[in-house]
C-alpha cells in the first residue's frame, strides 16, 4: 500500500517553518555574537514591541476574523463555515491559554522551566509574575520561546482561511510551485459575487492584501527568532507547540 501525500498551498506554508528551524542552525551558531546587537535594531525592537510580543494576539484575532466574516461568511451568509472556524480559534486561543497563562495552576512553558531548573530568589515562590511581584528575581535557564509559538500558530491560521478562499493567492502559487495541487475549498457561488456589491469586494481585497503583509511581517520576525533569539532547544519546544493547532485543523 503506497502512501501518497499530496501538497496543497497550506501543507506548503506548514513546511516552511519547519524547514526554516533546522536551516537557521547553523546561523544560530554562527552569529550568536550578535544576538544583543539584533535585538536594539529598531525595526526588530518596533516589530517585536508592538506586532508581535505586546500586542500580538490583538494583531491575530482582528486580522482572524475580518478573513473569518469577509471570505467565509460573506457574501452568502454561511453559518456553517464561520462556526467551524470560531471553533478553530476558541481551539487556538484555549491552547495559547494553556502555554502561556494557567494550566491548572502553572501554565505549560513555565513548568518547563521549573523543571529545567527555574526558580524564584524568594523561597517557596514558584511562579514568575507571583516572583517578580513581590521584588524576587526569577531565573530561568530554559526558556521555551513564546515567539516561535505564536508566530507560527498564528501564521499559518491565517494562511489556512486565505489559501481556503482566495484565488489569486493560489494561482499565485501553484504559477510557481510544480505539482502543487490547488483547489479553493470554499468559493462562493458565481451569483452571490455577481450581486455582492462594489464596496464589498474592495474590502475584502484590503483585507487580503493587509493579511499578506502582516504575515511577510510576521515572517521575516519569525527567521529573526530562528537566527538570533533563544536557544536551538528552547525554539524546538515553541515550533513543536507551534504546530499543534494547525496540524489538527482539518479535524477541528
Not at 494562511?159 to 510551485?177: A, E, G, M, Q
Amino acid at each position: 500500500m503506497r502512501l501518497t501525500v499530496k501538497l496543497t498551498p497550506y501543507n506548503l506554508a506548514y513546511l516552511v517553518y519547519p524547514v526554516v528551524y533546522v536551516c537557521s542552525i547553523p546561523l544560530t551558531l554562527l552569529l550568536k555574537q550578535y544576538n544583543g546587537v539584533i535585538a536594539h535594531v529598531f525595526p526588530v525592537n518596533f516589530v517585536e514591541l508592538y506586532i508581535v510580543s505586546n500586542h500580538g494576539y490583538v494583531w491575530f484575532s482582528a486580522l482572524y476574523w475580518a478573513l473569518a466574516v469577509t471570505l467565509g461568511y460573506f457574501p452568502g451568509a454561511d453559518k456553517e463555515v464561520l462556526t467551524r472556524y470560531t471553533k478553530i480559534y476558541l481551539v487556538n486561543t484555549l491552547w495559547i491559554l494553556v502555554l502561556l497563562e494557567w494550566c491548572f495552576g502553572s501554565p505549560i512553558f513555565e513548568r518547563i522551566s521549573v523543571f529545567a531548573g527555574a526558580a524564584c530568589s524568594i523561597e517557596g515562590i514558584v511562579r514568575e509574575y507571583e516572583c517578580k511581584n513581590s521584588g524576587g528575581v526569577w531565573s530561568d535557564p530554559f526558556d521555551s520561546s513564546s515567539h516561535y509559538t505564536f508566530l507560527i500558530s498564528s501564521s499559518l491560521l491565517v494562511w489556512y482561511l486565505l489559501v481556503s478562499h482566495v484565488s489569486w493567492i493560489t494561482d499565485y502559487l501553484s504559477s510557481r510551485v510544480p505539482d502543487l495541487e490547488v483547489g479553493i475549498a470554499y468559493t462562493p457561488l458565481e451569483n452571490e459575487l455577481t450581486q455582492a456589491s462594489s464596496r464589498y469586494k474592495t474590502v475584502r481585497f484590503a483585507v487580503e492584501v493587509v493579511a499578506v503583509v502582516l504575515l511577510v511581517i510576521w515572517f521575516i520576525s519569525y527567521v529573526t527568532t530562528s537566527i538570533f533569539f533563544h536557544t536551538i532547544p528552547e525554539k524546538f519546544v515553541g515550533l513543536i507547540c507551534g504546530l499543534f493547532v494547525p496540524t489538527l485543523i482539518e479535524y477541528i
